[in-house]
T-cell receptor
Framework: SQTIHQWPATLVQPVGSPLSLECTVEGTSNPNLYWYRQAAGRGLQLLFYSVGIGQISSEVPQNLSASRPQDRQFILSSKKLLLSDSGFYLC?????????????FGPGTRLTVT | EDQVTQSPEALRLQEGESSSLNCSYTVSGLRGLFWYRQDPGKGPEFLFTLYSAGEEKEKERLKATLTKKESFLHITAPKPEDSATYLCAVKSSGTYKYIFGTGTRLKVLA
């Protein structure tokens, strides 16, 4: 069966500090990978998605970046955090290609920028 | 532009009081509509996929239906453990992206 991991679970960082959130998927190959941010009481905002190693599509211009160094690894980064980067970050995977697959989500990372 | 609207934003039910949640969508070529349940502080949990108008899916006290413009999540005789936020999402043809609604926060009182 497939599982998706995210770490850390919670993170408190000062403004201006760097960020690295990691997501890994087990039990599948060549998945589509996604990063979302969810503000309190709000829906899911798509930040990045990747359909293959090294292939990143950005949905929202901001100070965040994403990388996919391995098939089942997706990393969200920032060089300098802003207060507005606080939120609940979710990684998700779906089957490869454009086939209609449901997405499966990780447990999330709660980021608080102080 | 693809869009998903969920209503109501919040719903309080007594245990056993059946109701429905609505998900209205505007997409160019719907390929799939998805329902998720999200508990506080956790990632969304997949519930159902609906592909075409007229389709229905059931799981325990939940039943999802789909028309050409909207989907309903019917909750029959809910229990307090059904309390959660329910999210709806759509995927249109030719895209890797999923568009999510803002969710319905359901509270079932004992």
């Amino acid at each position: 069966s497939q599982t998706i991991h995210q770490w850390p679970a919670t993170l408190v960082q000062p403004v201006g500090s760097p960020l690295s959130l990691e997501c890994t998927v087990e039990g599948t190959s060549n998945p589509n990978l996604y990063w979302y941010r969810q503000a309190a009481g709000r829906g899911l905002q798509l930040l990045f998605y990747s359909v293959g190693i090294g292939q990143i599509s950005s949905e929202v211009p901001q100070n965040l970046s994403a990388s996919r160094p391995q098939d089942r690894q997706f990393i969200l980064s920032s060089k300098k955090l802003l207060l507005s980067d606080s939120g609940f970050y979710l990684c998700a995977w779906s089957g490869s290609g454009l086939t209609i697959y449901e997405q499966y989500f990780g447990p999330g990372t709660r980021l608080t920028v102080t | 532009e693809d869009q998903v609207t969920q209503s109501p934003e919040a719903l309080r039910l007594q245990e056993g009081e059946s109701s429905s949640l609505n998900c209205s969508y505007t997409v160019s070529g719907l390929r799939g509509l998805f329902w998720y349940r999200q508990d506080p502080g956790k990632g969304p949990e997949f519930l159902f996929t609906l592909y075409s108008a007229g389709e229905e899916k059931e799981k325990e006290r939940l039943k999802a239906t789909l028309t050409k413009k909207e989907s309903f999540l019917h909750i029959t005789a809910p229990k307090p453990e059904d309390s959660a936020t329910y999210l709806c999402a759509v995927k249109s043809s030719g895209t890797y992206k999923y568009i999510f609604g803002t969710g319905t926060r359901l509270k079932v009182l004992a």
